[in-house]
């Protein structure tokens, strides 16, 4: 069996960027500018520890839920140090923390153990933290259309009213090698591109923050997205029993911890029976299925789940053992919640991967759907080929995340920099994983669970996902192995976007509803 290569793009925004023209966005009083050095920066050690480049702090207020919110923003770069101090390596960050006005008029961090932290991170792996950061969780966003479409350049930046910083401090993480963070001259890089190397690298930082920043007695969370959970559910562990720092929850966007739910190789038929139900939502979308399937979502949902479990994973596992008439019947089935032609699915010998499904949908029309979101539509030089040339919505998106990030870290973080902002990279490959198996760290996250009950997960799927399917993540869910008092720590939610479900309004919106929930628990 060969190891599936673990290539997942953890992003899916739009945006607009604009000028940004709050006048709250310059420090708590008005004759304070952004990227002032503050009397309250001297919390911040950074600047006095080898490796990193002296931290940028700027004051920022928003309002969030009708609460009005004074925070500081500091930017800069965390060295990776070896076991003798000396660094390797310097991680670039984003952290964003409360403050409270004191009797004195002066604004202080709110008292550790009673502000949350959550640490952030995106996918890949070779991703930067900019989805996450820009896209539902940071005090400005990118800025797109009602259900995600893109708007014409140049990008435009808002103010994020549905940012959780009411919720919990905010600190975005880019592992080396993404966004401004590198190997130290001499080093090489490569001794952070791994499954394990990523997580101990990613952890170290965590472990310098608090420490450097005295929040070991506060609450933390993880957030990843994509990528990121896998590197969340490897973190659990790394974190927990290498350095004895204990989570309160984690946060899974478009989850994958078991690789072989997505891998479309010869002689695996898992991710084929998976994948279905989001075949058949994206098949929904684009008005490709007949009555009854084309009426209710959910409904249609639930009966492909059915489908999926009860029907064809037993005609998968039979393999060359149906007869064709068997075969021919069972195709048409199969067609109906697939929105093609029961000659394309018998011509796939029943087993459609994604790359064809993205191309065949939608061929009559000369159009292909997108992988990160299936409700995009893309455009080829020609019909006759097999697959699509280009993922859509990944097109759709990466040019206004580039310049919003770029525009926004410079022009009001005031960090400067002449690195170029790695936001995707294939600087990371080959990335290191386990030989001759599929990569799955649910077992990380339900022995981290096990040895902590108090350790809360929640699971965002959005329906249109052809990346992280949202029945792989049930299926991994539903085979952790969980002791059944455990069970009720994961909960799930779904949304009517796909991988990056935020870049919807709706989605938007109700993703900070179910983050106060899970943040309550």
Known sequence: MKTPAIVLCAASLFAALAPAQNAAR???TSDRKPGTKTADSSDNESDKKPGSKEPVVTHHDITINGQSIHYRATTGLMPLLDDYGNSKASIFYIAYEKLEQAADGTWKRVEPESRTVTFSFNGGPGSSSVWLHMGTLGPRRVVFGDEGEPLPPPAKLADNEHSWLDLTDLVFIDPVSTGFSRANEGENASQFHGLSEDAAAVADFIRLWISRN???LSPKYLIGESYGTTRAAALSGELQDRLGIYLNGISLVSMVLNFQTL???TGNDTAYWLFLPTYTATAFHHK???PPL????????ADARRFARDEYLPMLARGDAITPQ??????ARLASFLGVSKDFVIRCDLRVPIGQFTKELLRDQSRTVGRLDSRYKGVDRSDATATFEYDPSMSAILGPYTAAVNAYVRGELNWESDVNYEILTGRVRPWKTLDGRYVDVSETLRASMSKNPSLKVWVANGYFDLATPFFASEYTVDHMGLDPLLRGNISMTYYKGGHMMYVRKEDLAGLKKDAVRFYAR
């Open 26 to 28: 310059s420090a708590e």
């Open 214 to 216: 005295d929040r070991w």
């Open 294 to 301: 084309d009426a209710d979502l959910e409904k249609t949902l």
């Open 326 to 331: 068997e075969r021919d019947a069972f195709a």
């Open 288 to 290: 490709k299925l007949a």
């Open 263 to 265: 891998s479309f190789d």
